[in-house]
């Protein structure tokens, strides 16, 4: 059994993951963790509205509750707060699988000084396949290099998303990037200029109720290809997260990402 903490427990992602967690046999949500001013209930069960969860604690302090878990799962809905959590939990020897998105060059650094205590798992998106889209995208990148083709990411999320470009768009435009040789990221065009051919392009639509949709283009001169990943549901999301909980249960430390919960 993965025993796990969940952060930001009553976010949209927290939710999803709250109510498929009840369809796991191995894995269970023992405490959550939200901003205090989402804490009206100290009772999980109570506050989500899942009556399989009354008697679980709610808190906003992640400390008192991290003594219950194995590991913790991070879906904050900002930066400095999730970065205080992995450290917190870290520091007391437990994995943590970081969802939350948005953050600097700075905070990567050092989530991953804390995967030298414990296992840290890292992934702007958690569903199998975005996952099997940034190898693809990875090989396709390595193919084209150099043959004449430029690249561009295109990215679209419901209005609430605060983040942009995604967290997913972001690890799209590093892998080009790797694979192609480029050096220059471009968020949005405006003004008169030429593309430069060093350019990844990365656009972000925000508008309704999209889930996310993510699309790398590989334009050539007479033909283009184009890698497609829809989510139709975050139940996808959740259920990455919980399979990266359980698989991260037990690691050493170290620094880690959904490809290697899938063996890519």
């Known amino acids: 059994m993965t025993r796990a903490v969940l952060c930001g ?9 709250l109510k498929l967690s009840l369809e796991y046999s191995d894995f269970q949500v023992v405490a959550g963790v939200e901003h205090p001013d989402c804490v009206r209930y100290q009772d999980l069960g109570e506050a989500s509205g899942l009556e399989e969860l009354k008697g679980l604690p709610l808190t906003s302090r992640l400390e008192e509750v991290l003594p219950l878990c194995d590991v913790v799962v991070e879906f904050s809905g900002n930066t400095t707060a999730a970065l205080s959590h992995v450290k917190l939990s870290t520091l007391a020897g437990k994995g943590v699988v970081i969802g939350t998105t948005g953050f600097s060059l700075q905070e990567v650094e050092e989530l991953r000084s804390c995967s030298e205590a414990a296992p840290v798992l890292l992934s702007p998106n958690m569903s199998l396949g975005v996952n099997l889209l940034f190898r693809l995208v990875e090989i396709a990148g390595k193919v084209l290099r150099g043959r004449g083709f430029d690249a561009e990411v ?36 405006e003004g008169v200029a030429e593309r430069r051919s060093e350019e990844v392009g990365v656009m972000a639509l925000r508008g309704g109720d999209v889930v996310g949709e993510h699309t790398v283009y590989f334009l050539g001169f007479g033909e283009r290809l184009e890698l497609t990943h829809r989510a139709g549901s975050r139940d996808i999301f959740a259920r990455g997260a919980i399979e990266a909980a359980m698989w991260i249960k037990g690691k050493r430390p170290g620094w880690y990402s959904m490809l290697d919960v899938l063996g890519l």
């Open 9 to 17: 427990a009553l976010g949209r992602m927290g939710r999803s993951i």
């Open 154 to 189: 295109l990215e679209i999320h419901h209005r609430f998303k605060k983040d942009a470009p995604s967290g997913t768009a972001l690890r799209l435009e590093n892998i080009i990037k790797e694979s192609m040789g480029l050096k220059v990221g471009i968020y949005g065009r």
